[in-house]
């Protein structure tokens, strides 16, 4: 969408101040309709404007990283307290039980580690910490691997963005294709995770198919 790239995005940033980024780092930690939101990019641009000193830097660390471990931990406690109906929930506009299976396949595949993998991952971020409430991981493990997770991902983008904006002379000029950039990067997980389930889908029904005795005459 338009408002979430370049000039756009930092419009947005500016306009929504530390509050607005609170909530929008939140939202997608947590809620089903926050996937939509442009979390990595988001980050970036946020330190990119606290290098040109629109946002004191520790200060916006501080803020995002309480947000995404807060929607992370209010994720975990709506999957925890609602369990298996989760996954008997009918879609809606804001939730599709499809997202849900891939954090399920995601996590089935990656373990307790997913917490940290899906901060890089959209959609995933979302869904991850529902998903680990709605199993069997226990809240000490979640809370260790969603504060690293929060981490990582709040210094690698919120620093990102404040480098870049420090050392290249008009690099706002550029925030199109850098954003088009992570975005595009933030997704190979993603599509390697796609690929992967296809081809074992391909692989289980081919050895299925081979299975099948033949009739004899």
């Known amino acids: 969408m338009d408002i979430f790239s370049g000039d756009n995005l930092i419009h947005l940033i500016q306009t929504a101040g530390l509050f607005g980024l609170f909530f929008i780092v939140f939202a997608e930690s947590d809620l089903f ?4 939101l442009p979390g990595d990019s988001l980050l970036f641009t946020a330190g990119f404007l606290a290098s040109q000193n629109y946002f004191n830097l520790p200060i916006l660390i501080l803020i995002v990283f309480i947000a995404a471990v807060l929607g992370d931990s209010v994720g975990y406690t709506f999957g925890h307290k609602l369990g298996p109906k989760l996954f008997n929930k009918p879609d809606s506009r804001f939730f ?16 307790p580690k997913t917490i ?66 992570i975005i595009l990067v933030s997704l190979i997980p993603a599509i390697k995770e796609y690929l992967s389930s296809r081809k074992e889908s ?15 005459n």
């Not at 420090?166 to 950039?181: E, G, Q, T, W």
């Not at 391909?202 to 004899?216: Q, Y």
Request: proline share 4%; net charge positive.
């Open 96 to 111: 599709k039980k499809e997202n849900l299976l891939k954090a399920q396949a995601f996590y089935e595949k990656h373990g």
């Open 116 to 181: 940290v993998l899906a901060r890089f991952t959209p959609i995933i971020r979302t869904f991850a910490p529902i998903v680990a409430g709605a199993g069997t991981m226990h809240y000490k493990t979640f809370i260790t691997y969603n504060v690293l997770g929060g981490a990582l991902w709040t210094l690698s983008m919120c620093l990102g963005g404040y480098f870049l904006g420090s050392v290249i002379p008009d690099v706002d000029k550029y925030m199109l294709r850098i954003i088009a950039l």
């Open 33 to 36: 309709f926050g996937f939509f």
């Open 202 to 216: 391909k692989k289980n029904a081919t050895k299925s198919s081979s299975e099948v005795p033949k009739s004899s």
